[in-house]
Every structure is written in C-alpha cells, then in structure tokens.
C-alpha cells in the first residue's frame, strides 16, 4: 500500500516550452500532496503543499506563475513548468500523506531544459 | 528556527561493519521525526516514524532511535546492498499546516 506514481519519469524539453508533471496516489486518498525539488548531491527543497480542491501554498522564492500546480482530485495533482529555462533542470519529486503523518514519495522526474 | 542536521555527511563502512547515523534537531512542536533511504535517480522510500523520546523502531539491520534532541539510525552487520542515501525529517507546524524539514542526509557506501 501508500504508492504515489509520478509520470514522465524523463523529460527532455527546449528553453521556452511548458512541460505537466504528474503525481498520483495509487491506492489511498491524498487530501495534501507536497512538490520538492532536488539538485545534485542535496536535499529535498519544499516547492509547495498542494490541498485538494484549493489553492497551492508555494514556499518562499518559488515563483507561483512559473510552477502551477493543480490538485483536482484526491489521487492526482500535476505540476506545470510554464516557460522552462535550463536553469530549471532538476529532479522533481512528489509526495502524498499517509494515515500516520508519513509522507509517500514518488520515483521522481527528472527534467532537463535544453 | 526549526533545524535538521544529519551527520556524517558520508560514511564507508566494510561490510559487518556496524555503525550509526546521526540526526540533530530543534524544532518546536514536533510531530514526528522520519527516515528514508533514497537511492541514486529515485524518490525517497519511507523507512521508520518515531513520535517520541525514548521509542525505537527496528526493520531488518536498521534500528531507529529518538531523544528529545536527536535521533539515531544504527546499522548492524551492513551489506553492500543497504548503500544508499539516507534521509531524516522533522514534521512541525509552519503557517498553519506540517511540513517536512529535511536534513542534507548521509551517503552510505558499504564496501563487500
């Protein structure tokens, strides 16, 4: 139990183009599903807390219009890389909440800008 | 300020070689404190919850411990096979709501 898919696991997309992350809980309802990002060698940076059915809370120096996140139901929420840069290339990992605070994460995207 | 400080930040140990990996936090309200293992190229995989001090979780060479300051992952009789990086988070309120604070994690290599 508690998997969270996310889809593409590779991108390769050209500087100015968008690009849609999916994240979905297989087998449990997520209420809240969480975007990190991670560079090389480091540790997972909080992007934003998604809640089902409002709003994304997007955490200090993420650029809400560039990263859209919508989390239209309780096992889907995507994230959306408007304009790409290659600064934007990074691993792009999702989790959902379990019963008991844990968070599930997904395998990761991994998004190269060329 | 709410802070995670894993330690060391890379470790080679000889298989059989038993050691501990340490997390050091300070946070108010804390709600949990987690392990994971991430591998190279993947999301994290969920290891252990402890709530509170003096509780200790065990799965397979892999014991976790929690004091009110820190929290201790021991590895018995390692295999190259549990090589990974390994990740501590606190969940605390901010704003509102729980987030996770992550520490940098430590690289483990087990050496056959």
């Known amino acids: 139990g508690a998997v969270v898919s996310q889809h593409p696991s590779r991108v390769i997309c050209k500087s100015g183009t968008s690009v849609k992350i999916e994240c979905r809980s297989l087998?449990?309802?997520?209420?809240?599903m969480f975007w990190y990002r991670q560079f090389p060698k480091q540790s997972l940076m909080l992007m934003a807390t998604?809640?089902?059915?409002?709003?994304?809370?997007?955490e200090q120096g993420v650029e809400k219009d560039k990263f859209l996140i919508n989390h239209a139901s309780l096992t889907l929420s995507t994230l959306t890389v408007t304009s790409a840069h290659p600064e934007d290339s990074s691993f792009y990992i999702c989790?959902?909440?379990?019963?008991?605070?844990?968070?599930?994460f997904g395998p990761g995207t991994r998004l190269t800008v060329t | 300020e709410d802070q995670v400080t894993q330690s060391p930040e890379a470790l080679r140990l000889q298989e059989g070689e038993s050691s501990s990996l340490n997390c050091s936090y300070t946070?108010?309200?804390?709600?949990?404190l987690f392990w994971y293992r991430q591998d190279p190229g993947k999301g994290p995989e969920f290891l252990f919850t402890?709530?509170?001090a003096g509780e200790e979780k065990e799965k397979e060479r892999l014991k976790a411990t929690l004091t009110k300051k820190e929290s201790f992952l021991h590895i018995t009789a390692p295999k190259p096979e549990d090589s990974a990086t390994y990740l501590c988070?606190?969940?605390?309120?901010?704003?509102?709501?729980?987030?996770?604070?992550f520490g940098t994690g430590t690289r483990l290599k087990v050496l056959a």
């Open positions: 998604s809640n089902e059915g409002s709003k994304a809370t997007y």
């Open positions: 946070v108010s309200g804390l709600r949990g």
């Open positions: 402890l709530y509170s």
């Open positions: 989790s959902a909440n379990g019963a008991s605070y844990e968070q599930y």
């Open positions: 988070a606190v969940q605390a309120p901010t704003s509102g709501t729980y987030k996770y604070i």
């Open positions: 087998d449990f309802q997520a209420t809240t």
